[in-house]
């Protein structure tokens, strides 16, 4: 797999985050994506790479 992780800065907060927690439970990008659809979070699962990937600015 190749690395898409861009330099930490200032525009997204939050990704490094959520690409630990998603991890740290053990989760794919495909089951955390199923449950922001129950809680009624729309998301894609190309917006959720670009969070993580720090592309997607939060």
């Known amino acids: ?3 898409r992780k ?3 800065g200032t525009r997204n907060l939050v990704g490094a ?3 630990a927690a998603r991890k740290s439970e053990g ?3 495909k089951d955390l994506l199923a ?3 129950v ?3 729309d ?3 190309s917006g959720l790479s670009k ?3 720090q592309i997607r600015y939060v």
């Open 43 to 45: 998301m894609n699962a």
């Open 17 to 19: 985050r959520v690409e």
């Open 35 to 37: 449950q922001l659809q």
């Open 27 to 29: 989760m794919k990008q």
């Open 6 to 8: 861009q330099a930490l």
């Open 51 to 53: 969070l993580e990937g």
């Open 39 to 41: 809680q009624g979070i």
């Open 1 to 3: 797999m190749r690395l």
